[in-house]
């Protein structure tokens, strides 16, 4: 891992953007996502997320909904101005904030804890449309 990175040792399947508050949760997304082939970019808020889009042909953004210091408005915001899907996380037992996200323009929104083959299906669609 390199500042946030991680490189597959063979194939590439993508880049995504990851922005995850909790060091486990994180960690377990990048030991699953470096598995399956995938460039990871670990952002802290909007502001870098901004800067890995314009850097980097990320295929999606997966993002915790609650995020400290960015709104999921903000990041959805950014996302949908270069055009990439994001993929929502979180604990948010209201349906209707997962709902209100998705009618916003997120792709999809995955109620923690999830299964990571739904993870992994949904960037696999995701993949295909990109």
Known sequence: MRGGTVIAANTTTGILALLEPDDSVRDALLTLLHGQGWVVEV?????ELGK???????TAV????????AAASEILGVCSARHVPVIFTGHDQRVQA???????????????????????DLLNRLTRAH
Do not use: C, N
Request: net charge negative; hydrophobic share 45%; glycine share 4%.
């Open 43 to 47: 952002a802290t808020d909007a502001k």
């Open 62 to 69: 997966i993002s915790e909904a609650s995020m400290p210091g």
């Open 52 to 58: 890995l889009l314009q850097a980097w042909d990320v």
């Open 98 to 120: 997962a709902v209100d996200l998705v009618r916003q323009g997120a792709d999809d929104y995955l109620d923690k804890p999830f299964s990571h083959q739904r993870l992994l």
